[in-house]
């Protein structure tokens, strides 16, 4: 195979983040996670303490995602549930930046609200990653075409102090002419856009869209280091199978639609 198993497990942030999970099927997560030895749970603040113990003992981080999904929160508020996460055991905080501030131009505020989560996490020895939500951003914004719209945060986030920067929430949807909502994620191009647009020291993480081992390949190979999934038993699994047969053929990708 291309990569090992431990690196393409340790690319996974295990998603156990839709609404309608019960604390049962957050425990079964957890225990999943363990199991397949991945990089860390994405989990609801409310869980935090619960994930910590669960997972105590092994190599697989909490993570909290803060001012979840559209970052409406005022910065008070991300800055203080950022804190109460820390406190419960989080190690990574994926917060998501208000979009709608950005997209009014409002630049100062936008670095200022992640500065304030960076500088307590970091206070708690915690990593950040900062959500764009890119499917809202496929017009640019701010007087700014798309690109110059996602450069522009690269760059803001460097300077706040992110570890990360991130394609997506996994429930940014769009609604369209047909009254249905359908939703993206990561993509080639902006993962590719992003990992040129910060140094070497920050990271991109990809959400949306990688549902198969080859779409992991395909993103790691792209600079990619992290990944939002819940697919991950079906993509490990099907790397143990093709180590077991010896098959290290893949296929030419695509990412797929839908939130992770």
């Known amino acids: 195979m291309k990569y090992t198993y431990d690196e393409m497990a340790k690319m996974i942030d295990h998603s156990l983040l839709h609404p309608t999970m019960t604390d049962k099927e957050l425990d079964e997560g957890c225990r999943l996670a363990a199991e397949y030895n991945v990089a860390s749970v994405c989990i609801k603040p409310y869980y935090v303490k619960r994930a910590a113990e669960l997972l105590k003992g092994t190599t697989v981080a909490v ?21 109460l996460a820390c406190k419960d055991g989080a190690t990574e905080i994926d917060m998501v930046i208000n979009i709608g501030k950005a997209m009014g131009g409002d630049w100062d505020y936008v ?3 992640i500065k304030a989560v960076c500088d307590e996490a970091h206070k708690h020895g915690a990593i950040v990653k900062v959500i764009f ?7 640019g ?12 945060l690269c760059q803001l986030c460097e300077r706040a102090g992110a570890d990360f920067v991130k394609t997506s929430s996994g429930y940014g949807f769009i609604k369209g002419a047909d009254g249905k909502y359908s939703y993206q994620g ?15 020291k920050m990271q991109v993480k990809a959400a949306g869209g990688v549902r198969d081992l080859d779409a992991l390949i395909k993103i790691r190979d792209l600079g990619t280091t992290r990944c939002g999934a ?13 180590a077991t047969s010896g098959d290290t053929a893949t296929t030419d990708a695509k990412l797929g639609s839908g939130g992770y």
Do not use: Q, W
Request: with cysteine.
């Open 230 to 242: 819940t697919a991950t038993a079906t993509m490990l699994d099907e790397y143990r199978k093709r």
């Open 63 to 83: 993570g909290a995602v803060i001012g979840f999904p559209h970052g409406n929160s005022c910065t008070e508020s991300k800055r203080y549930e950022t804190e």
């Open 141 to 152: 914004g701010a007087g700014l075409s798309s690109e110059e719209f996602k450069i522009k």
């Open 111 to 113: 670095a200022a609200d």
């Open 133 to 139: 939500e890119n499917d809202y951003l496929t017009d």
């Open 186 to 200: 990561a993509t080639e191009h902006d993962l590719t856009l992003m990992r040129a647009n910060v140094s070497e």
